[in-house]
């Protein structure tokens, strides 16, 4: 039986409503965004969990870095979208031989199930599920799995064969699992995408240190003492031997060689905010992975991220997929890395200009939707590896965490923590802004600022950070000045 979408239409009163005035463009593609995962939410018997999300490349297969993205923003309607359930699709018949009609493609992409699971618990404060999960042992174990699988590993409930290689120096991996199927990061590619590339694999290495910090953040919410002391301690060793792929001339994390003397290979892409996500960088580091994103001839230019530099011999402004293409998991990734390290502003400035470049595009090129990936010039979809034809339409998928979850984020500036009951927000510019019906746990917050004041709806008590400043709000409606209106010293 093939996977059926919903016999319903989405109820758009169950999701937030961002209010942007001076941006009807970006509000309108939210929408969009929303709609189109909602034919993602599919039904089908012979899966540990259904309904769960589908990515939009094969109904009979599942991948574990696109779901582990999705999360992020069905985060803000869990009750809707099934984004942390879909994960069990992957938990039981990586770990326990759960059977399932549908296959993993890559039983060794990119290891993202707890940062998933972290920020999950920080929009839902659904701690029994937190308690659950590491009782069941699965991010525990996929972290370990990692490092012990031995490569060329098939599993009986996966497609393809592992690749991952933990070795003294670090990780050996492959272009195709990492989710950077043709990059230049691995040398030549062909159709499919490349090998190993004869290289240690820097994002591998962060993508496990996030995890191992994700895991000890999760433990300590649900007092598990040992558990997070144990992950804290590899998350500190991970982070150390990630400072073995930082280049002091070019200022950036690169890949090395996997043979001595284990040169730089010198490809910058945005893999390299991995590291700065995981908690890996000092604040220099920071601030110059903060300058790869406002130099025009590397991360920068007329549409951030490219998934090459603009200066490299290997860039497409066209795209041919990982050679150039704008991504937006990568996007929100290193959004999300540089917001929580100081760079906020910046976070902002080219968040909004990735969702302006959806946004023209939908309105100009045909068909309207919601791309795979982006050009990064025109307002036009990516090229495939073929360099020719455009890579797949309606792909929320992970293309929607840019209408909505760039959008609450980093465009309107809210940042959710269930787990103290606190809203963050950070309004930017005139004009009304805000949003209505955010979830925080079970408490729904509306904010919306107009004109000199904020006005804020809830109905549980909450903590507003607005600006800075710390409001403790009961049930009810508040009046707040906004932000410009209050006192530096205050």
């Excluded at 996007?331 to 910046?346: I, K, N, T």
């Excluded at 904010?447 to 950070?465: K, N, R």
């Amino acid at each position: 039986m093939r996977p059926s979408p919903p016999d319903r239409a989405l109820d758009r009163t169950r999701l937030p409503e961002p209010v942007l005035d001076r941006s009807p463009g970006l509000v309108s593609l939210y929408w969009t965004a929303w709609e189109t995962a909602w034919g993602h939410v599919v039904h089908q018997p012979g899966v540990p969990r259904s309904p769960y999300m589908d990515e939009g490349f094969d109904p009979d297969v599942i991948w574990i870095w696109d779901t582990c993205l999705m999360t992020h923003f069905c985060k803000y309607a869990p009750d809707l979208f099934p984004g942390i359930e879909s994960l069990q699709n992957f938990y039981g018949p990586l770990h326990d031989g759960t059977p399932s009609v549908l296959q993993i493609q890559h039983p060794d992409n990119p290891p993202l199930f707890a940062w998933a699971e972290e920020e999950y618990v920080r929009h839902t404060g659904d701690l029994e599920h937190v308690a659950r999960l590491l009782d069941a042992g699965y991010l525990q174990r996929h972290l370990a799995w990692f490092d012990t699988v031995a490569p060329g590993t098939v599993l009986p409930t996966t497609v393809m064969p592992t690749a991952i290689e933990r070795r003294p120096e670090g990780y050996r991996w492959g272009a195709i699992q990492s989710g950077m199927d043709n990059t230049p990061r691995a040398g030549e590619a062909n159709w499919y995408g490349n090998s190993r590339g004869g290289i240690l694999w820097l994002d591998a290495l962060a993508q496990q240190a996030l995890s191992a910090r994700s895991i000890a953040r999760l433990a300590r919410l649900v007092g598990r003492t040992a558990l997070a002391e144990d992950h804290e301690a590899r998350h500190e060793a991970l982070c150390a031997a990630l400072q073995h792929h930082w280049d002091d001339d070019d200022a950036t994390f690169y890949d090395r060689l996997d043979t001595a003397p284990f040169a730089f290979r010198r490809v910058v892409t945005p893999a390299a905010y991995w590291p700065l996500l995981a908690g890996a960088c000092s604040p220099e580091q920071a601030r110059s992975l903060a300058d790869l994103l406002t130099d025009p001839q590397r991360l920068g230019g007329p549409v951030p991220w490219p998934s090459v530099a603009r200066d490299d011999p290997a860039f497409r402004a066209d795209g041919q997929y990982w050679r150039g293409s704008v991504w937006v998991p990568l996007a929100y990734m290193s959004a999300r890395a540089l917001a929580d390290h100081g760079h906020g502003e910046l976070a902002k400035t080219a968040s909004t200009a990735l969702l302006e470049h959806m946004a023209r595009t939908y309105a100009e090129h045909s068909p309207a939707t919601i791309w795979e990936a982006y050009a990064a010039v025109d307002a036009a979809p990516a090229t495939d590896k073929d360099g020719r034809t455009a890579v797949r339409p309606d792909f929320c998928g992970w293309s929607a965490l840019g209408p909505i979850s760039m959008l609450i984020e980093h465009v309107l500036g809210f940042r959710v923590d269930a787990t103290t009951r606190t809203v963050h927000w950070d309004p930017d510019g005139d004009g009304r802004q805000g949003i209505r019906r955010l979830r925080c746990g079970t408490t729904l917050v509306d904010a919306v600022a107009d004109g000199d004041e904020v006005v804020v709806d809830t109905d549980h008590p909450v903590t507003l950070v607005l600006a800075g400043r710390e409001h403790e709000l009961g049930v009810g409606r508040h009046h707040l000045p906004r932000p410009e209106t209050v006192p530096s010293a205050a």
